[in-house]
Every structure is written in C-alpha cells, then in structure tokens.
C-alpha cells in the first residue's frame, strides 16, 4: 500500500462516521486486489474541499456494474474467489455517510482487470460551515421533520445491523428482530412507522409475518416494505396481498428506499 505525502486537511465531521467511509473504501480495496497488487491512498486539500482517492490495480468492474456499485445489496460479478458471497453494502454506507457530510463519492474502473478508484470529496470546514442546509454530522437527522421509526426484519446478522446503521444515517429511529416471531412482537409493542421484512425469514416467512402485523389493530397503519433477491409477478402479487405497500429487490436502490420511508405518514 502507498500513502501519498500531505499536509493537514480539516473538514467538519463526525470522525466515528468518517473512520467508517475509508475502512470500507480500504477493505473493499483488499479484497478486490490480488496479493502483491498495489493500493494508493492520496489527499489533496485544493483550500475549500478536501479530495481522497483510493486506488488499487485489482480485479476492476464492467461498466454495467459501475453503474449498480453504490446499489444496496449489489454484488459484482466479477471477482476473486475468495471474495464472493459478499453483501454489497458496505459501498452504499459510505455514499450515504459521505452525502450527509455534504461531499460526494464517485467510483471509476477501466473495466475487468484493471482496476477501480473511489473517488471522495468533502467540503472544508469553512465551506461546511457556511453551507446554508449542510447535515454537519451523520445521523443528525433528515430536514424537513421526517424522522420515522424503522423496525427492520432479517435474520443475517450483518445485513440486519448494516441496514440499521444506514437508516440511522438518515435521520431514523431503528430497532432490529432476527426472526419472524420476534419481528411480529416487536412491531406491535413499538409500533413502528415503516418495518422492512425480508420475505426468507426463519420461523415466520416475510408474508406471514406482515399478515400477522396487519390483522392486528396495532399494527395495521404500519408502512411494509418486502426486502427480497427475487421479482416474479407470482411474488410481487403474493407480498401485495400480505399487506406490502412496497417490494424491492436486491440489489435494493438506497434513494428509492430512503425516499418511500420519508414519505410516509407517521403511525403516531
């Protein structure tokens, strides 16, 4: 790994939150590059905006994935063999941590094999600081007053906490249930504004589970989404009729699922 020489650079941020963004950038570097490849780490401070770059000379990406990158869930097909059956979500927690900064990330690959270069910018503290609307910390909250209370419903431990984490970076309340059973009791007793329900679930089926909260008067103005890999009309018809007003499939669209949850109307 090379780390490019650099004067201080000084944004405004939450530095728990930013740690995140390139231990994620890093990790998906490592596991992309052959051994004995090479990953360079730069900064460069242009005196209004911060710009770090991570690149390394591994397996790269199609243009076809670089577009889906950032997409929740998302999984390129191209990799190592030692790198598949990752979750693709780590890349769409740091656009969302690096958007709420006020900076943006980008992501360039000349294809497979050559490659790929993430690509972040974050405004200095003078420019954060006379931002009119910048959201100065990660999980500071959504303008506007749309925080929403989330229960999410997956058994997967580290999609469950991840899908938390990114909620919580949009301003949400979040509470987590690992199985069918215990998302049916979580979602009466706090009655929760939006519940994303992954349909595969151990115990109770996704289905089941949102007939069990709908036939219940404390659960019946709960907004559902279904989280699931497969998009058949058979499906979309079944999670309809179980009371889903949403189904998405993976990988899910972080802006689409951000946008339904502020959208909603609050149980309470």
């Known amino acids: 790994m090379v780390l490019s020489p650099v004067g201080p650079s000084f944004v405004d941020g939450d530095p ?3 740690s ?16 004995g490849g090479r990953i360079e780490v730069s900064l460069l401070d242009d005196g209004g905006q911060a710009h770090v770059r991570v690149r390394d000379d591994g397996v790269g990406i199609t243009k076809d994935g670089l577009e ?4 929740l869930f998302y999984q390129s097909h191209v990799s190592l063999d030692r790198t598949d059956g990752g979750l693709g979500i780590g890349l769409t927690l740091v656009r969302a941590l690096v958007e709420m900064h006020g ?3 980008t992501a360039q690959s000349e294809g497979p094999g050559r490659g790929m270069e993430f690509h972040v910018v974050l405004p200095g503290v003078a420019t954060v600081r006379d931002a009119a609307n910048s959201e100065l910390y ?3 909250g959504r303008p506007g007053g749309t925080s929403r209370r989330v229960l999410i419903i997956e058994d997967n431990e580290d999609i469950r906490v991840l899908l938390g984490d990114l909620c919580k970076q949009w301003g949400h309340e979040v509470a987590l249930a690992s199985d069918g ?14 519940a994303l329900v992954d349909i595969g679930l151990p115990g109770l089926d996704g289905c089941e589970v949102a007939r069990r909260i709908r036939d219940d008067p404390r659960g019946s103005d709960t907004h559902l989404v279904a989280l699931t890999g497969y998009g058949s009309q058979e499906l979309r018809a079944a999670t309809a009729e179980a009371g889903f007003e949403l189904h998405l499939v993976k990988p899910v669209n972080p802006e689409r699922l951000a946008e339904f949850i ?7």
Do not use: C, E
């Open 181 to 194: 059973p215990q998302g049916v009791a979580l979602a009466l007793q706090l009655r929760p504004d939006v």
């Open 20 to 35: 995140q963004v390139f231990t994620n950038l890093l990790d998906n570097a490592v596991k992309y590059t052959q051994p």
């Open 103 to 105: 900076g943006t990330v």
């Open 68 to 71: 889906h990158i950032f997409d």
């Open 16 to 18: 728990t939150r930013l």
């Open 262 to 268: 502020s959208s909603t109307s609050a149980v309470h």
């Open 138 to 140: 990660a999980g500071s």
